[in-house]
Each structure stands twice: as C-alpha cells, then as structure tokens.
C-alpha cells in the first residue's frame, strides 16, 4: 500500500531546496514608507465605523514562521487581520493570484500595503505551495484563506487541501482565525464598506509533529486531508464562540 | 511480465484513488470521469515513487490523464 508518501511530495514541493537569502524581495524601501499610513488610515473606520474587537492574540506563536488560516467573507479580511497584529504586520506576507497582482489598480494596495507575493498560475496550485513554503523556510509567516472563495452568507465553505500540505509538510504551526462579520461589512457586491461591529478570533495553533509521525507510516494524501478537517473543525468552534460574543455583546448593551 | 505490471499499476491506483479496479477503465480520463482531483493525482505518483523508485518530474504530470498514460509513463521511468 502507499503508506508514507511524503517523499515525493517533497521531492515535487522543492522543499529541501535552500532559499535565497534574499527571499521574499518585496517593496521593502516603499513598505517603509507607506505602510504604516495605509495601516493610520485603516484604523479609523476599524475603531468608529465597523469596530474591530480581537480575541486569543495570546495564541499567536512568538515569533514567526507560522500559517494563519482564517475564514474567507470580504476583501478586508487580510487587512482586519493585519490590523489585530499591531507591530508584528510585517512578519505576515498573503499569497495573490496574479490575476489580482497584475491589475494596475492592486499597484498600492496588494503589492506594498500587503505585502502580498504573486502567484504565477491561476489553477495549477504547486507553484502557491512552492512560494508559501519558501516563505516560511525564510523564517516569515504566511496568511491563507483556505476557503479560496469568498462566503455569500457567512457559512464556512469547504476548505482546499493546499493549507494541510504546508502545514504538514513545514511543521510549522497552524493557527486558526476566525473573522465574524467581515462578508457583512464588504460583500462581493459592495463598493462601500458597512457599519458591522468585526470579531477577530485567535485560536490555538494545530501542532504539527503528530501528523508529520502520521506522515512515516500512512499516504500523506490523508494526513493533508486530516490537518484540513481538524484546521476546519477549529474555525467552526471560534465560529460558534463568536456568536455566543456577538449575543453576549447585544444583552449587555440593551441591559 | 507487462501484463503483470499493468495489472500492479492498476491495482495501486485504485487503491489509491479508493474506486474498484473493474470501474476503472484505462482509456477513461480520471480527472473528469472517475473523479480524481488533482492533489489525489500527485498522490498516484508519490505511491509509484514508493513502490517502484521512480519520480515523475513535475513537467510531465501535466500530460497524464488516464491509467494507460501512467502505465506507458512508469514504463518509460523504468526504462530510462
């Protein structure tokens, strides 16, 4: 039987291969520069007009690599994510098809207030993995909205296995983010952002190393598939943890 | 000799893919017909890397649609 197939997943992964010291060469000079303001002016709308409250920052490992893995509901969401993270931003780098990265109107918001890494392929998912894992071997830490999709109506669509290889693969740990309310504030049709209190949740990270033992003895077909449930399993518990928040929210403010 | 080859191929392969070999037929596109997504399609080659030695470089696993297009790779693979 196939049992223990990771090699060749990393063989096709590059994930033995060095990194170059150079790696991840982003819009370091303008990040500088920019960041910060984007992040000035951000802050605003996410104090007053769609108020974001964050909770189990404390899950968050101490230093990078690591992978956040937080639920799909609008354009925002990397930025309410990067916001919750204060100072420690920078460490975070998202994943772009270039399809987004390409357009001459991603120029400010993806490439340098972002931080984002073009992906060369729009359906072939190897080159992503291939990037993301030369992040972490880079020492940063990767965000991922392994939905793929943005949800319609706040439910947690099926996740994509792509998440359970890297993690597995890297060992690094998985942390998973629940974001409530954000496919209220900016839905798919919406030009305009609406005035939704948002809830950050940190959940305590998946660790790695009792899959990468599964990975010696069982396909690592499965051991991706298993990451991605228990990942997925994870954000539905802070899903339902976020509406207890938002009912224990509403009773204190009508007492 | 072939034959029996031929018959291990598909045997792994329906294993992996967990589809009865009899509902397997060679010339049928596993992707579109039988379902197979494409990180399943990796874990094919990553069990013939287990079971025969051979790695698929990643420029031909773009190629392969059907058991027959795996038996003729893995012929070629351990040929070469």
């Known amino acids: 039987m196939s049992e223990g197939t990771s090699n060749y997943w990393r063989k096709i992964l590059a994930l033995d291969e060095p990194v170059p010291s150079d790696f991840p060469k982003q819009f370091q000079t303008w990040h500088r520069f920019f960041r910060p303001w984007f992040y000035k002016i951000v802050s605003i709308p996410l104090k007053f007009y769609c108020p974001e409250k964050v909770l189990g920052l404390e899950n968050l490992p101490s230093h990078p690599p690591y992978i956040i893995a937080a639920n799909h509901g609008s354009a925002m969401d990397f930025v309410t994510v990067a916001y919750a993270l204060g100072k420690r931003k920078d460490e975070l780098y998202p994943l772009t098809t270039k399809l ?12 340098i207030a972002a931080n984002a890494i073009r992906i060369d392929t729009e359906e072939d998912f190897l080159p992503a993995l291939k990037i993301a894992i030369k992040i ?3 020492g940063k830490a990767v965000y991922i909205n392994p939905e793929g999709l943005r949800t319609l109506d706040g439910s947690l669509l099926p996740f994509r296995p792509g998440v359970g290889i890297l993690a597995a693969e890297t060992g690094v740990p998985l942390v998973p983010v629940y974001l409530h309310n954000t496919w ?12 939704y209190p948002v809830l950050v949740i940190f959940g305590k990270p998946l660790e790695m190393a009792p899959y990468q033992e599964k990975l010696k003895t069982h396909p690592a077909y499965e051991v991706y598939k298993e990451v991605t449930e228990e990942l997925r399993n994870r954000i539905l518990e802070l899903q339902r943890l976020a509406a207890y928040w938002q009912g224990k929210d509403k009773a204190a403010s009508l007492s | 000799m072939t034959e029996d080859l031929e018959r291990e191929i598909k045997s792994l392969v329906a294993r992996v893919i967990k589809v009865p070999e009899e509902k397997i037929d060679p010339q049928a596109n596993l992707f579109r017909d039988l379902g197979v997504d494409s990180l399943l399609g990796i874990e094919i080659f990553a069990a013939l890397d287990k079971k025969y030695g051979i790695t698929v470089p990643e420029d031909k696993l773009r190629g392969i649609n059907t058991l027959n297009d795996i038996i003729a790779l893995v012929k070629e693979l351990k040929n070469s």
């Open chain 1, 100 to 111: 987004f990265y390409d357009r001459p109107q991603s120029l400010f918001w993806i490439k």
């Open chain 1, 136 to 138: 972490l071997k880079a």
């Open chain 1, 184 to 195: 209220k504030v900016l839905p798919t049709d919406a030009l305009l952002p609406r005035p």
